[in-house]
T-cell receptor, first 110, second 116 residues
Framework: AQSVTQLDSHVSVSEGTPVLLRCNYS??????LFWYVQHPNKGLQLLLK??????LVKGINGFEAEFKKSETSFHLTKPSAHMSDAAEYFC????????FGGGTRVLVKP | GAVVSQHPSRVICKSGTSVKIECRSL??????MFWYRQFPKQSLMLMAT?????????EQGVEKDKFLINHASLTLSTLTVTSAHPEDSSFYIC????????????FGPGTRLTVL
């Protein structure tokens, strides 16, 4: 069985400050891990993915995530938030199918 | 990048009627398509996986006779909610992958279904 827990349902940051979205996973096998972003009225977009190569994964739009097996975590970070980063973010684990976390809504204040 | 569209984006129907939602891959051939359901303020739940020309594989707890899935071509899959009830109201999202279910999935924008 596999599961994903996103530790924060909402995160509020000021523009230009760092963003941290926390994700913990559980999996019986070595998983692939993903972060997706969902903007209103748009399809989910893949930000980055971990598939057992480098543990620090760089994605689009300045996002990156670090896979820590000992902590079963895959937290997403960005050094400087932009207004366009306001959206819903999903951490996803895949063994045989995609299993989504509950989502984190990011609010960016000017 | 790969684009997936859904139609309609919103639909309102009366209880007891059937509703069809289309999912199209616009610039690639989708050998596998997936249907998800997203409840308000909740995450996406996989409903079923379909391969072109084959019967869909439904997740546990999803009624296959209520949620009919057809994947008749490499660019089109349809989800029909039969005899809809208010509890079927939800956001339905499809995704598609090229070359098999373990390749990257590209997601459609979703369809908001409201059953009165």
């Amino acid at each position: 069985a596999q599961s994903v827990t996103q530790l924060d349902s909402h995160v509020s940051v000021s523009e230009g400050t760092p963003v941290l979205l926390r994700c913990n996973y559980s999996s019986s096998y070595s998983p692939s891990l993903f972060w997706y972003v969902q903007h209103p009225n748009k399809g989910l977009q893949l930000l980055l993915k971990y598939t057992s190569a480098a543990t620090l994964v760089k994605g689009i739009n300045g996002f990156e995530a670090e896979f820590k097996k000992s902590e079963t975590s895959f937290h997403l970070t960005k050094p400087s938030a932009h207004m366009s980063d306001a959206a819903e973010y999903f951490c996803v684990v895949r063994v045989n199918k995609l299993t989504f976390g509950g989502g984190t809504r990011v609010l960016v204040k000017p | 990048g790969a684009v997936v569209s859904q139609h309609p984006s919103r639909v309102i129907c009366k209880s007891g009627t059937s509703v069809k939602i289309e999912c199209r891959s616009l610039d690639f051939q989708a050998t596998t398509m997936f249907w998800y359901r997203q409840f308000p303020k909740q995450s996406l739940m996989l409903m079923a996986t379909s391969n072109e020309g084959s019967k869909a594989t439904y997740e546990q707890g999803v009624e296959k006779d209520k949620f009919l899935i057809n994947h008749a071509s490499l660019t089109l899959s349809t989800l029909t909610v039969t005899s809809a009830h208010p509890e079927d109201s939800s956001f339905y999202i499809c995704s598609a992958s090229e070359g098999g279910p373990y390749n990257e999935q590209f997601f459609g924008p979703g369809t908001r279904l409201t059953v009165l």
